[in-house]
């Protein structure tokens, strides 16, 4: 009786998914046509933090009941399934390829393995991400804000949304109204995304616990995979309605708020265990996004053939892991 309610709360938690991924999508991807906001800044910022959420939630409320150590193989896990399994299926499920903007290959995505790398160094050194670290972390995510600001008004100059001065009477107000609409599609979706997130975690935690499996490799795949389920849902539905930025975007823009503001934030509130099993994991990160960099610098998208070398490349890693 037990696993057949955590299999009806599965099921409900991905059709809360699902439906808060349309609805994000074409709420975020609205507002950023409306104001003339590069869709690629959209989703390194809104869409990678909202998608992020369970993540920083899960993390900082592990932080503050002072079991941190659940952040690293959080982050790790959702990192590897960002970009192996997410942007894999992405690729695979697009109607064409996934283009990766320029910007994309020359800054984000180096900065992500950056950042990758900084926090295994960190680990490997000492074993846990001091306070100190954590603030190091905070102020390269600050950097990278700055960056993305910087990022939004050159696209904002350059794309103008239009000349509202001359917009009046009853156009002016409709437009207002499709502005409030588009704000509230995203809040829902997100909202959305969030609960069903949860629900899905929670469940499928259950069920693997009813048929046996360990707690490592429930914290590293499925509730990695629960927490990375906004990310899944954002950007395969993003993709298909050929919003590629927002697709691409709010990957790398995830993994590096994963790694710089999750754990950043956990290691302020309290030094954070970087135990050393968890540095195969990190290397696997790290080199996942390398593979991804590779991909997308060779031909400036992400092709199908791509696409299935990085699930095959998590399929390798699930194998390890088992």
């Known amino acids: 009786?037990?696993?057949?309610?955590?299999?009806?709360?599965?099921?409900?938690?991905?059709?809360?998914?699902?439906?808060?991924?349309?609805?994000?999508?074409?709420?975020?991807?609205?507002?950023?046509?409306?104001?003339g906001i590069p869709q690629l800044v959209v989703g390194l910022t809104i869409v990678a933090m909202g998608t992020s959420a369970p993540e920083a939630a899960v993390s900082i409320s592990a932080a503050l009941k002072g079991?941190?150590?659940?952040?690293i193989g959080n982050v790790a896990g959702s990192n590897i399934l960002n970009i192996?399994?997410?942007?894999?299926?992405?690729?695979?499920?697009?109607?064409?390829?996934?283009?990766?903007?320029?910007?994309?290959?020359?800054?984000?995505?180096?900065?992500?393995?950056?950042?990758?790398l900084t926090l295994l160094w960190m680990g490997y050194a000492e074993n846990?991400?001091?306070?100190?670290?954590?603030?190091?972390?905070?102020?390269l995510f600050l950097s990278y804000l700055l960056y993305l600001f910087k990022m939004a008004k050159k696209g904002i100059g350059s794309n103008?949304?239009?000349?509202?001065?001359?917009?009046?009477g009853s156009e002016g107000e409709k437009k207002e109204k499709r502005l409030a609409m588009l704000a509230l599609f995203t809040i829902i979706g997100l909202a959305l995304?969030?609960?069903?997130?949860?629900v899905t975690v929670d469940a499928a935690t259950a069920v693997a616990r009813i048929i046996g499996l360990s707690e490592r490799f429930i914290g590293l795949t499925i509730v990695a995979?629960?927490?990375?389920?906004?990310?899944?849902?954002t950007s395969v539905s993003a993709a298909r309605k050929g919003s590629a930025d927002i697709a691409i975007g709010n990957i790398v823009g995830s993994n590096i708020f994963n790694v710089l503001f999750v754990v950043g934030t956990s290691a302020l509130i309290t030094p954070v265990v970087f135990e050393s099993k968890f540095i195969v994991d990190f290397i696997v990160a790290v080199a996942a996004g390398v593979l991804l960099w590779g991909f997308?610098?060779?031909?400036?998208?992400?092709?199908?053939?791509?696409?299935?070398?990085?699930?095959?490349g998590y399929l390798g890693y699930f194998i390890y892991l088992l």
Do not use: C
């Not at 846990?128 to 102020?139: K, P």
């Not at 103008?160 to 009046?168: F, T």
């Not at 610098?297 to 699930?311: I, K, P």
């Open 84 to 116: 192996l399994v997410i942007l894999g299926f992405t690729a695979i499920l697009a109607k064409k390829t996934v283009p990766v903007a320029s910007s994309t290959i020359k800054y984000e995505m180096p900065f992500m393995i950056v950042t990758m």
């Open 225 to 233: 995979l629960g927490t990375s389920l906004p990310e899944l849902f």
């Open 1 to 35: 009786m037990e696993i057949l309610l955590q299999i009806f709360l599965l099921a409900a938690g991905f059709t809360m998914l699902i439906k808060g991924a349309d609805f994000f999508v074409d709420g975020s991807s609205g507002i950023a046509s409306r104001f």
């Open 160 to 168: 103008p949304a239009g000349d509202e001065g001359e917009i009046a």
């Open 193 to 198: 995304i969030v609960i069903g997130s949860s």
């Open 296 to 312: 997308s610098h060779s031909g400036r998208s992400l092709n199908r053939v791509e696409g299935g070398l990085l699930l095959l």
């Open 128 to 139: 846990e991400i001091s306070r100190l670290e954590g603030a190091g972390l905070w102020v």
């Open 67 to 71: 079991n941190a150590g659940i952040t």
